[in-house]
C-alpha cells in the first residue's frame, strides 16, 4: 500500500466531524479526504467504551485498508475520548492518529488574559463528559471553573435535522440557570458546531464559543509534516472529498454531502 501518496480519512457517528474537514480542506489544500459518517450507530455518546473501540477499529480499518488512508482524524470528542490510545498503538506510526479534544486550553487563556469572571461551560455527550480523558484535561486547568454538562440528546436531535425551534427548547431548559453566570462555552462535541447560533442566541453575544476544529485542523497539518506525508500537489481538484456512510440512506448522504460542500 502507498501510504505516502495517500488520502486523509476522518470519522465520526454522522455529520459532526464535517465541521472540521471543512476547516481542514482550507488549509491542506493538496490532500484528498475520505468522510465516513457512522450514523447507523449514532448516537456515540451513549455507547459503552467497548462499543466506541470496536466501532472505532473496524472504520479505521475501512479507512486505511480499503481506502489508501495515509492518516486519520478522529473527528469525533466521544470516540477519542474512548478510542485514541487503543487506535494509536494498533496503527501509529504507520499511520498518524489525530483525536479532537474540547478546546479547554484557548478558553482558560481567554478568560485569564480578559479577567473574565464566571464558568467556563463544557457542553459535550454523556461519554465525554464521564471519561477520565476529560477529567485529566481539566486538572491540568483546575484553578478555573469548568462546569460540565452532559447533553444526552443534542447530537441526536442535531444528526436527525431537528427544527431550531426544538433545539432552542431543549437547550434552553436545560442550560438557562447557567445564563448571566458563563464567561465562554466550549463545545465538547462535533456536532454542536452546527447550533452554534443558537447557543449564541441563549446566552448573548458577549459569551465567546470555543471548538476544536481548527486546534485539530492544524495539529493534523503539523502531523504530516512532521511526518513527510504532505502532499505538494493534487491530481483532481473535483474529486478532493469521497463520503460514505454507515446507513443506506440517501436523504443522510445528501445531507454530508451538502455539508462537506461536494454538492
Ligand atoms: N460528534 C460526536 C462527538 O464529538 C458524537 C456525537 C454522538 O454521536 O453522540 O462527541
Avoid: W
Amino acid at each position: 500500500m502507498d501510504f505516502k501518496n495517500g488520502n486523509i480519512g476522518f470519522f465520526d457517528s454522522g455529520i459532526g466531524g464535517i465541521s472540521i474537514l471543512g476547516k481542514t480542506m482550507k488549509l491542506l489544500e493538496n490532500e484528498v479526504f475520505i468522510y465516513f459518517g457512522d450514523s447507523r450507530n449514532s448516537p456515540y455518546g451513549s455507547k459503552s467504551e467497548s462499543e466506541l473501540i470496536n466501532l472505532s477499529i473496524n472504520i479505521c480499518n475501512f479507512l486505511i485498508f480499503e481506502n489508501n488512508c495515509k492518516a486519520i482524524v478522529v473527528a469525533c470528542n466521544t470516540a477519542s475520548s474512548a478510542a485514541i490510545r487503543f487506535l494509536r498503538e494498533r496503527y501509529e506510526p504507520k499511520i498518524p492518529i489525530i483525536g479532537v479534544e474540547p478546546a479547554i486550553k484557548p478558553a482558560v487563556e481567554f478568560v485569564n488574559s480578559n479577567n473574565k469572571k464566571g464558568y467556563i461551560l463544557l457542553l459535550a455527550t454523556p461519554f465525554t463528559v464521564n471519561g477520565d480523558k476529560l477529567r485529566c484535561l481539566i486538572n491540568k486547568y483546575s484553578k478555573n471553573t469548568i462546569e460540565c454538562f452532559a447533553l444526552d440528546y443534542l447530537a441526536y436531535m442535531i444528526e436527525h435535522n431537528e427544527s431550531e425551534q426544538s433545539i432552542y427548547d431543549y437547550l434552553y431548559e436545560r442550560l438557562h440557570k447557567y445564563i448571566n453566570n458563563v464567561s465562554c462555552i466550549v463545545l465538547g462535541c462535533t456536532h454542536y458546531y452546527f447550533v452554534k447560533n443558537i447557543i449564541k442566541d441563549i446566552f448573548g453575544e458577549g459569551v465567546r464559543i470555543f471548538d476544536g476544529s481548527l486546534g485539530t485542523a492544524m495539529e493534523l497539518r503539523r502531523r504530516l509534516i512532521e511526518n513527510n506525508l504532505i502532499n505538494k500537489t493534487i491530481d483532481n481538484l473535483n474529486t478532493r472529498v469521497q463520503i460514505y456512510n454507515s446507513l443506506d440512506n440517501e436523504k443522510v448522504l445528501r445531507c454530508h454531502k451538502i455539508l462537506s460542500g461536494v454538492i
